[in-house]
């Protein structure tokens, strides 16, 4: 038995054959584990079909899809809602006084449960409630695309 060579690794392999089984094992359980959230997740494998086919929508089209946009605008002009230009990381006055910075979580819950919190000089149960609609994938996904519009 010579000794290694640099060329081989142990069991006469070369290194390229366990480093191949491990990113193909890798893939394989980052697969199954998304599949495993899916099914997990709100929804889940019962939710419509239209719903499943915005999943892999990006935040944009699911926004467009969802009908966000018909009272939200994104060139900073007022619709029904406020404007999504330049919301993100931006201060919210709220109808009860308080300000808060419109962060992720903001976002987040405006999307869930936008009675929680409500934009000073807007009405308060106009906007419908997502918790029931969205999954929490697809809230970040619009989070995300909101947050790509500014500030
Ligand atoms: C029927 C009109 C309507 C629809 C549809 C609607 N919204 Fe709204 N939205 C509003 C109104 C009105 C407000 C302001 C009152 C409040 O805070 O709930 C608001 C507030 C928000 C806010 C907080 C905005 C801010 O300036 O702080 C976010 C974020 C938001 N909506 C996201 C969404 C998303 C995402 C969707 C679609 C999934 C959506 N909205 C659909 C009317 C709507």
């Known amino acids: 038995m010579s000794e290694w060579d640099g060329t081989t690794w142990p069991f006469g392999k070369p290194a390229s054959f366990f480093a191949g089984a491990a990113i193909g094992a890798f893939f394989t359980t980052a697969i199954a584990l998304a599949v495993m959230m899916w099914i997990a997740s709100p929804g889940g494998i019962d939710r419509d079909p239209m719903a499943g086919a915005a999943v892999s929508a990006d935040g944009e089209a699911l926004a467009n899809a969802q009908g966000c ?83």
């Not at 330049?86 to 903001?106: E, I, K, N, Q």
């Not at 934009?119 to 929490?136: C, E, F, K, N």
């Open 69 to 151: 946009t018909a009272c939200h605008s994104i060139d900073g002009s007022t619709l029904t809602g406020p404007s999504w230009a330049g919301l993100a990381g931006s201060v919210r006055t709220l109808a009860d006084g308080t300000d808060v910075v419109a962060d992720a979580a903001y976002l987040r819950q405006s999307i869930l449960e936008p009675r929680a919190q409500i934009v000073d000089g807007y009405p308060a149960a106009v906007m419908p409630q997502y918790r029931d609609t969205l999954s929490i994938g697809e809230v970040n996904q619009i989070v995300t695309y909101i947050q790509s519009l500014g500030p």
